[in-house]
């Protein structure tokens, strides 16, 4: 059983431009977050998504905007990219939103030059 | 807003030694839940330690334990019989028990801890 898989592994993107980045779930997960992980810093919520709707929101501007599938499969899109956008992107899904735990992905190193 | 705080960036601890890692954090709530969440050089986060924060029993899983003081707000991760397997970057975080499941984990900055052999 795969777990959370999240592509690309790696990403690098220079200001201005924008980048999306894919997340599936867990099999049997329905509900995907996005967390933002600087360097040396502790992940940050971005949103959730379940049933294919934006749940909840964390305290991130509108260029970060996302999507989920029927599939339950999920992107991150950020536009006009910043330098401070450069940080390791980390998907988390669960089945339900309920308290049931949060599985993880390896993540997607995005650098923006 | 919710805080959590890890005051250690770094911790050191000999293999099959005890390290205790401190968390504390900030809310008005009374119905939430407290993580600490272990990430290796992977990146992948895991799940090592759940607190509800209506039960008084402290967690515990295998060679992990918590020491939750709800008044106090504090919430610390104790680590036994440390191995090798255990160096990685721990983060404490909090979530609301409300809000319907729809809010995200708010992450501390984490503590690095280091196994010496």
């Known amino acids: 059983d795969a777990g959370v898989t999240q592509s690309p592994t790696h990403l690098i993107k220079t200001r201005g431009q924008q980048v999306t980045l894919r997340c599936s779930p867990k099999?049997?997960?329905?509900?995907v977050s996005w967390y933002q992980q600087a360097l040396g810093q502790g992940p940050q919520f971005i949103f959730q998504?379940?049933?294919?709707?934006?749940?909840q929101r964390g305290n991130f501007p509108d260029r970060f905007s996302g999507h989920q599938f029927p599939n339950y499969s999920s992107e991150l899109n950020v536009n006009a990219l910043l330098l401070g956008d450069s940080a390791l992107y980390l998907c988390?899904?669960?089945?339900?939103?309920?308290?049931?735990?949060?599985?993880f992905g390896p993540g997607t190193r995005l650098t923006v030059l | 807003a919710q805080t959590v705080t890890q005051s250690q960036p770094e911790m050191s601890v000999q293999e099959a030694e005890t390290v205790t890692l401190s968390c504390t954090y900030d809310?008005?709530?009374?119905?939430?839940?407290l993580f600490w969440y272990k990430q290796p050089p992977s990146r992948q986060m895991i799940l090592v330690i759940r607190?509800?924060?209506?039960?008084?029993q402290n967690a515990t899983e295998n060679r992990f334990s918590v020491n939750f003081q709800k008044a106090a707000k504090s919430f610390s991760l104790k680590i036994s019989d440390s191995q090798l397997g255990d160096a990685a970057m721990y983060f404490c975080?909090?979530?609301?028990?409300?809000?319907?499941?729809?809010?995200?984990?708010?992450f501390g900055k984490g503590t690095h801890l280091i196994i010496q052999p």
């Open positions: 998504y379940y049933e294919e709707e934006e749940r």
């Open positions: 809310t008005s709530e009374s119905d939430y839940y």
């Open positions: 988390a899904s669960r089945q339900g939103m309920n308290l049931n735990e949060q599985f």
């Open positions: 099999s049997g997960h329905d509900t």
């Open positions: 975080a909090y979530r609301r028990g409300s809000g319907g499941g729809a809010d995200g984990l708010t």
């Open positions: 607190q509800e924060a209506y039960k008084q």
